[in-house]
T-cell receptor, first 112, second 113 residues
Framework: SAVISQKPSRDICQRGTSLTIQCQVD?????MFWYRQQPGQSLTLIAT?????????ESGFVIDKFPISRPNLTFSTLTVSNMSPEDSSIYLC?????????FGQGTRLTVV | GESVGLHLPTLSVQEGDNSIINCAYS??????FIWYKQESGKGPQFIID?????DKRQGQRVTVLLNKTVKHLSLQIAATQPGDSAVYFC????????????FGKGTHLIIQP
């Protein structure tokens, strides 16, 4: 398995601002992903974080709103830009080694 | 797009009983399925997985059954314990590892003392 650490674990942000979430994996992994989990709901894939190239976004998610970086095989960031209350959610980082995927504890974001 | 769904949003069972959580998937191309457990305030935790070339796989107190004919997946938990109380998600993907997961809605399992 892989140990995934996310920072911050939670934050309360003003609308119109941006927040960058960091994800650190304790070992090199092939793939890294970012998910959103709205209150009381399931997880939705935002994008695949590709090392050295632009992230691959799922339908409904765009780079301008959720810019992603992945400078190496163990680290990625997700920025939630120009936040609104609708962005209040849990954001989860995931890493995959082969087919098996592991998750961080998530970042609970509240936008006021 | 296609999605994975669950039949029951909440399941309550007596401690010590067996529980069965069901999941229907719609993407016939999916070939890898995973069950996750999510406790409050934590990320999903891997429980067990199964590939499409199998119809049953067993772990410690858990069994996953896959019926490709009707696109149905189930998670059986034997002799439930209070620590089994959590939300359980099924997830699926196509291919070996390059794609992210599609998650079902989740079932909240409550273990009654």
């Amino acid at each position: 398995s892989a140990v995934i650490s996310q920072k911050p674990s939670r934050d309360i942000c003003q609308r119109g601002t941006s927040l960058t979430i960091q994800c650190q994996v304790d070992s090199q992994v092939t793939m890294m992903f970012w998910y959103r989990q709205q209150p009381g709901q399931s997880l939705t894939l935002i994008a695949t974080a590709n090392q050295g190239s632009e992230a691959t976004y799922e339908s409904g998610f765009v780079i301008d709103k959720f810019p992603i970086s992945r400078p190496n095989l163990t680290f990625s960031t997700l920025t939630v830009s120009n936040m609104s209350p609708e962005d209040s959610s849990i954001y989860l980082c995931s890493a995959a080694r082969g087919a098996e995927a592991f998750f961080g504890q998530g970042t609970r974001l509240t936008v006021v | 797009g296609e999605s994975v769904g669950l039949h029951l949003p909440t399941l309550s069972v007596q401690e010590g009983d067996n529980s069965i959580i069901n999941c229907a998937y719609s993407n016939s191309a999916s070939d890898y399925f995973i069950w996750y457990k999510q406790e409050s305030g934590k990320g999903p935790q891997f429980i067990i997985d199964i590939r499409s070339n199998m119809d049953k796989r067993q772990g410690q107190r858990v069994t996953v059954l896959l019926n490709k004919t009707v696109k149905h997946l189930s998670l059986q938990i034997a002799a439930t314990q209070p620590g089994d109380s959590a939300v359980y998600f099924c997830a699926e993907k196509v291919g070996g590892g390059a794609d992210g997961l599609t998650f079902g809605k989740g079932t909240h399992l409550i273990i009654q003392p």
